[in-house]
């Protein structure tokens, strides 16, 4: 009797190649444990239902947003003292980031125009990441998107023109790898660049700003990172920056199906 082993599916390879990814990041302190299941979940997925399209996406946004968390990180420490939350990603940031693209390659079963979505959701991750690192680092005193007044570097809600137009060229990337493998190049960049538009409106507007009384200071976290409790000054206090990150992905997603209709 013979036996014959079953071809490897989209989904097999894609667990082999998220779970050596995953591991490696995980190694190199790019991803927490939970940073690097999440990422085995979304790889995983993103492979079996989009293949090496989906793959191409994903690791561009991801490979890119690693370089540039790494880029000048000494300058970065200094310019962001009490406010980052820190370079190595949790399972929160990852989903936060990779969710509502990982639900999207899932519908391509349904619809294949989800795989636009898919592309509009991570430019918009890109445009933010992009957006963060190079306008944090070069941008100088950002201001408020909503009232134009100055913003500490690192909260949520400010823009520099440098960090707007490193927003335009996250999402530009992004669609550009979509548009060689087929996908709509201005519906990728509209959904990216709305994202990235949405996320600093709602980091100004309803996100949670706190104030750490005993280093004088704003920030958003609670408790902050030196450890004290923080008071809400505006916002809600349950709609943190991994919130608002989930929310512009939805955005890009949403844009980018809704033009490539």
């Known amino acids: 009797m013979r036996l014959t082993l079953a071809p490897l599916t989209n989904f097999d390879l894609g667990a082999v190649a998220a779970a050596a990814i995953a591991f490696v990041a995980y190694r190199a302190r790019v991803l927490t444990s939970g940073g690097a299941l999440w990422a085995f979940a979304i790889g995983t997925l993103t492979f079996g239902a989009l293949g090496w399209s989906g793959a191409a996406i994903l690791l561009t946004f991801f490979l890119t947003s690693v370089a540039l968390s790494r880029l000048g990180r000494a300058?970065?420490?200094?310019?962001?003292?009490g406010v980052e939350k820190g370079g190595v990603r949790d399972g929160a940031q990852v989903f936060a980031n990779g969710g509502v693209a990982a639900i999207c390659a899932a519908l391509t079963f349904h619809d294949p125009r989800?795989?636009?979505?898919?592309?509009?959701?991570?430019?918009?991750?890109?445009?933010?990441?992009?957006?963060?690192?190079?306008?944090?680092?070069?941008?100088?005193?950002?201001?408020?998107?909503?009232?134009?007044?100055?913003?500490?570097?690192?909260?949520?809600?400010?823009?520099?023109?440098?960090?707007?137009?490193?927003?335009?060229?996250?999402?530009?990337?992004?669609?550009?790898?979509?548009?060689?493998?087929?996908?709509?190049?201005?519906?990728?960049?509209?959904?990216?660049?709305?994202?990235?538009?949405?996320?600093?409106?709602?980091?100004?507007?309803?996100?949670?700003?706190?104030?750490?009384?005993?280093?004088?200071r704003a920030c958003e976290s609670d408790p902050h990172v030196c450890g004290a409790s923080t008071e809400l000054l505006r916002?809600?206090?349950?709609?943190?920056?991994?919130?608002?990150?989930?929310?512009?992905?939805?955005?890009?997603?949403?844009?980018a199906f809704a033009l490539a209709r």
């Open 235 to 255: 916002g809600a206090g349950w709609f943190g920056n991994d919130a608002v990150n989930l929310a512009a992905t939805m955005v890009g997603a949403a844009v």
């Open 75 to 81: 300058r970065k420490r200094a310019l962001l003292a």
């Open 114 to 216: 989800y795989a636009i979505a898919f592309a509009g959701a991570f430019a918009a991750a890109a445009a933010d990441t992009w957006g963060t690192e190079l306008g944090a680092l070069y941008g100088g005193t950002p201001r408020s998107i909503v009232t134009g007044r100055r913003v500490d570097t690192g909260l949520s809600g400010g823009v520099t023109w440098l960090g707007t137009a490193a927003e335009v060229g996250g999402a530009a990337v992004v669609a550009a790898v979509a548009f060689t493998f087929g996908l709509p190049f201005v519906a990728v960049l509209a959904g990216g660049v709305a994202g990235a538009f949405v996320d600093s409106l709602l980091g100004a507007t309803v996100q949670a700003k706190r104030w750490c009384a005993q280093c004088g």
